[in-house]
């Protein structure tokens, strides 16, 4: 019982925190419903918001989400979320995104977005490299 009230009380602190700052920006709006979805296992929705080429490459929102769960488990169950800069390329939009892992472990991620008729939608996730900390 109260480990499922600390991860409702950490989804609703990640949605507030994540939807607060993209109310205004609709690829960052995606980005956050997505992780909201992963957070929930709601692997449905959360495929909803893949681009027509990501959907065919996994087929399945069961295959997308393993995919998720073992390649991106900071992705999957993020312990801080932060919007950093967009970049526009040809159509396309670059939004970096900053997640902190449950271990406190910083990811830098580049969302490739993809305006279509849908709205915005995610056409793949690039891990970047993390800027140096230290003294």
């Known amino acids: 019982m109260r480990k499922t009230f600390m991860t409702l009380a950490f989804c609703l ?3 507030v925190g994540t939807q607060t700052a ?3 920006d609709p690829v960052q709006r995606v980005i956050s419903d997505q992780l ?5 296992d709601d692997f449905d929705t959360a495929f909803s918001y893949a681009s027509p080429n990501i959907k065919r490459l996994f087929g399945t929102p ?5 995919m998720v769960r073992e390649g991106y488990p900071m992705v999957h169950r993020p ?6 800069e967009q970049q526009e390329m040809g159509g396309r939009v670059m939004q970096r995104v900053m997640i ?10 580049g969302y490739q ?5 849908e709205g915005w ?15």
Do not use: K, S, Y
Request: glycine fraction near 8%; proline fraction near 2%.
């Open 13 to 15: 602190t990640l949605a």
């Open 22 to 24: 993209a109310q205004d």
């Open 36 to 40: 909201e979805a992963f957070m929930a």
């Open 62 to 66: 069961e295959r997308f989400g393993r």
């Open 79 to 84: 312990d801080q979320v932060t919007m950093l």
């Open 100 to 109: 902190r892992d449950a271990t406190g472990r910083v990811h830098m991620l």
């Open 113 to 117: 977005m993809l305006e279509t008729d």
């Open 121 to 135: 939608q995610i056409n793949g996730v690039q891990l970047l490299r993390a800027p140096e900390t230290g003294v």
